[in-house]
């Protein structure tokens, strides 16, 4: 029952979220709702992310079955893959649900569909490359708490990072101006455009994230 409560917890809290930052404002135009609608699902979902993914091996080890994938016939790399995709389709798959809110601003406004459609993407692309550090730290860690936590932080650096580039010179300025996950990356879908470097971003983080929890699963598999 875990995940129907999560994912009513998901729609509940974003619905409320909706009411309250986004048509909660006053007049504003219907792109700046909509706008705030994402910024509010991107919260919600990216936190949603790391409570789906802290489970995928972590669990697997509190509950004494990491034998069981170590002795599989399948390899590691399959079994990553699976954990990854069952975490983000679950999570496509809940964003979906919440299409009836952005429908809501067309009640007494007007609204792209493509501004929708680009928003979800984004929502989507961020959502699942979190979820693969996700898989990555549940890798690493044996407890669903300290994979938790080591998600949640690493994921708020990639969110700071374009804080962190002030702070450092050249060439690091850029290299973490560009990390910053949600700034330099999101805030482009947030407004309705759809660019390829913020995609290719989002894949890298995954490509990996993975890459890194397929190695650590190898290694297990070899003590």
């Known amino acids: 029952y875990t995940g129907w409560v999560l994912i009513a917890a998901i729609l509940f809290l974003t619905g409320v979220f909706f009411q309250v930052f986004a048509l909660g404002q006053g007049a504003q135009y219907s792109h700046e709702v ?32 990491e ?6 016939p399948v390899g590691s790399h399959e079994i990553v893959l699976g954990k990854y995709l069952a975490a983000s389709l679950f999570l496509v798959g809940t964003s979906l649900l919440t299409l009836y809110l952005p429908a809501l601003i067309f009640v007494n406004g007007k609204v792209s ?25 549940s890798s690493l860690f044996r407890t ?19 804080m962190l580039s002030d702070l450092v010179a050249p060439p690091f300025t850029d290299v973490l101006a560009y990390a910053a996950l949600w700034d330099k990356h ?38």
């Not at 805030?187 to 913020?198: A, N």
């Open 34 to 65: 909509l706008a705030a609608y994402f910024e509010v699902a991107g919260y919600i979902f990216n936190t949603a992310a790391v409570l789906v993914t802290m489970r995928s091996f972590a669990e697997e080890r509190q509950l004494g079955t």
């Open 113 to 137: 569909p493509g501004h929708i459609a680009v928003g979800y993407v984004g929502l989507a692309a961020m959502s699942t490359s979190i979820a693969s550090v996700g898989v990555l730290m």
């Open 144 to 162: 669903q708490v300290a994979a938790a936590i080591t998600t949640g932080i690493t994921v708020g650096v990639f969110v700071i990072a374009w």
């Open 67 to 72: 034998q069981l994938l170590a002795s599989s």
């Open 186 to 223: 999101y805030t482009s879908f947030i407004e309705g455009t759809l660019r390829s470097r913020d995609l290719v971003f989002y894949a890298s983080l995954t490509g990996v994230s993975l890459f890194g929890a397929t190695r650590v699963l190898e290694g297990r598999r070899w003590q």
